[in-house]
């Protein structure tokens, strides 16, 4: 069975989004009078981000890494005319921990590219590179 979400309008150029699990979020235009939320195509990068990072993190601790912290810039391009929509994606993946193992670190960004990320998998019409560094914790 599918998972239903809502968007109601609430003023101006302003709507709240709300999840299956009743999780919401704010969105808006971006100029000065409706800028109280996230831009819904930009939201769109943020789900990609969250749910690579999902991923990542679950397939490095399965493989018992000592991952101490993560982070995934997400860049996107965009058509400059209407529907802008995206034409090429980067993920910079910024992963911090105690002797992280590099094949390990790159076959989960894999894995989350290839295999598990539904976000990924659903936009995967627009180039989707990434990169990573890797910060030694002490």
Request: glycine share 8%; aromatic share 6%; net charge neutral.
């Amino acid at each position: 069975m599918g998972k239903t979400v809502s968007v109601k309008w609430l003023e101006k150029l302003q709507f709240v989004g709300v999840d299956a699990t009743k999780h919401s979020v704010v969105m808006s235009a971006s100029d000065e009078e409706n800028g109280i939320g996230m831009s819904p195509s930009q939201l769109l990068l943020v789900a990609l981000g969250g749910c690579t990072a999902y991923d990542v993190v679950n397939i490095l601790q399965k493989k018992r890494q000592k991952l101490t912290g993560l982070e995934v810039a997400v860049t996107g391009e965009q058509n400059p005319d209407p529907p802008w929509a995206y034409t090429r994606i980067h993920l910079h993946y910024r992963l911090r921990g105690r002797g992280l193992n590099k094949k390990a670190v790159q076959d989960a960004i894999e894995l989350s590219k290839n295999k598990y990320c539904s976000v990924g998998a659903t936009i995967a019409t627009a180039e989707i590179t990434y990169d990573y560094t890797i910060e030694e914790d002490t």
